[in-house]
């Protein structure tokens, strides 16, 4: 088993930044890989960025790409996203999810919220 827990959403300006957390335990990781998602209100739950555990490889959505960062932290089993320029479309549930066969284990989500 896998859990995660999500940390560091929060109200926001246009415009500005933040940075999520999630803490991940469990299992090896060595053969995962770590990703974000979003749920708009309304919306399908949609895929943001990933990064291999190990190698630290990253891909992006178009929509975030050059604005998001997706990073981990291996020896405190930690990923993060850095959001900068937010704008009110990434408001959104945060999930981090961990990839083994599929995106097999999900955290509970962290609210982000862009308003002025």
């Known amino acids: 088993q896998v859990q995660l827990v999500e940390s560091g959403g929060g109200l926001v300006q246009p415009g500005g930044s933040l940075k999520l957390s999630c803490t991940v335990s469990g299992r090896t990781f060595s053969g995962a890989t770590m990703g974000w998602f979003r749920q708009a209100p309304g919306k399908e739950r949609e895929f943001v960025a990933h990064i291999a555990w190990s190698g630290g490889t990253t891909y992006y959505a178009d929509s975030v790409k050059g604005r998001f960062t997706i990073s981990r932290d291996v020896g405190k089993n930690m990923v993060f996203l850095q959001m900068n320029s937010l704008n009110v479309e990434d408001t959104a549930v945060y999930y981090c999810?961990?990839?083994?066969?599929?995106?097999?284990?999900w955290g509970q989500g962290t609210q982000v919220t862009v308003s002025s």
């Open positions: 999810a961990a990839h083994y066969t599929g995106w097999n284990y």
